[in-house]
């Protein structure tokens, strides 16, 4: 079992900056390929960005690209959301996911049903 704990969301004004944090327990992270998801009022839950067991593939959905970063640290068993240049269309929810890694080889790393395990989510307020 995998234990994740989002922090980092809040409120922030158009055009700044917040860095999402991710914490696991329960085992190493370093045989899963972690993603983010996030889901606003009223909609479904979306793939934001995924990284690969080492960090060596990242992927992103076309919304954020060129403006948030994903990243890990499998020494400290953390992952990160880095996100810049906020719109107040990424007001969601943000969770974290973890997802083994021959799931993601079948069924893409898009695919929220790729992953196992969840975070309970982190607000992401954006105001224009």
């Known amino acids: 079992q995998v234990q994740l704990v989002e922090s980092g969301g809040g409120l922030v004004q158009a055009g700044g900056s917040l860095r999402l944090s991710c914490a696991a327990s329960g085992r190493a992270i370093s045989t899963y390929a972690m993603g983010w998801f996030r889901q606003a009022p009223g909609k479904e839950r979306e793939f934001v960005a995924s990284?690969?067991?080492?960090?060596?593939?990242?992927d992103y959905a076309d919304s954020v690209k060129g403006r948030f970063i994903i990243s890990r640290d499998n020494a400290k068993n953390m992952m990160y959301l880095q996100m810049n240049s906020l719109k107040p269309e990424d007001t969601a929810v943000y969770y974290c996911?973890?997802?083994?890694?021959?799931?993601?080889?079948?069924?893409?790393?898009?695919?929220?049903?790729?992953?196992?395990?969840w975070g309970q989510g982190t607000q992401v307020t954006v105001s224009s």
């Open positions: 990284i690969s067991r080492i960090g060596i593939s990242t």
């Open positions: 996911a973890a997802a083994p890694w021959t799931t993601v080889q079948a069924m893409g790393v898009r695919a929220s049903r790729s992953y196992d395990y």
